[in-house]
């Protein structure tokens, strides 16, 4: 695979595929541009039955510190309508589903700032594992909006229990990598120079697995865990994200 991208790093080693968040400036914040680079990559995953790998990683000092709010505002400011937002809400939606349901086990790598949409782009993952210097947070009622990016809300409570979600998201409290190995918002916590061998840990034995019993465990998981599509509220996460950021934008003005 030619790495053709902006905002993101990716490369394919044989059965594995190395894709890094490629802004370091912003903090690898998640802009629409992003979004359409990682739908994709995976696309790309979902037509190359040979991957059995996706590593997600971040280059710089953090994996992702969250959306790309001065794109969310210019977005309100040059389109009132809420078009343009609604329709950034559902790529985020988008990305984390193939996330989910790739064919490809999907990896986390994860250091520094794991905040807001970077935790959802986490936690959609199969496996993650953590520098012990990541940070984690869940900022989006400090910053007037609902947990509303990329469906994470149900994902979230699936893994960590409602409880413990209900806590994090209403106080948006900083907790490190140890409480998210608690929370099993992580499966491994290592030194940040033993995180690749954490990692290769778990792809070396992945890449020799059947590809068809790989995608099959994935499809049952997701089947006994999730709720039915019916009853998932998140399918309505771009319309929330949408009115709350308007509405908080209106109330500024």
Known sequence: MVDAFKVLRVRHEGPLLKVQLNSPETGNA????????????????????????LILSGAGDDFCVGGDRREFAEFLRTDPSGVAMRTLGTKARRVCDALATSDAVTVARLHGGVIGAGVALAVYCDLRAGADNCRFRLPELALGMPPAWGGSLPRLIQESGAARIRELIMTGENFDAARA?????????????????????????????????????????????????????????????????????????
Request: hydrophobic share 50%.
């Open 181 to 253: 190995a608690e929370l099993s918002l992580l499966h491994k916590v290592v030194p940040e120079e033993e995180l690749e061998d954490a990692i290769s840990a778990w792809t070396r034995p992945l890449v020799r697995r059947s590809a068809a019993a790989l995608r099959t465990t994935k499809v049952m998981m997701n089947a006994y865990a999730s709720a039915s599509r019916l009853a998932d509220a998140s399918l309505f996460d771009a319309e929330l994200l949408t009115a709350s950021v308007a509405a908080g934008r209106a109330g500024r003005s």
């Open 30 to 53: 998640v802009s629409g541009l992003m979004l359409d680079e990682l739908l994709a990559v995976l696309d790309s995953v979902h037509n190359d039955p040979g991957i059995r790998v």
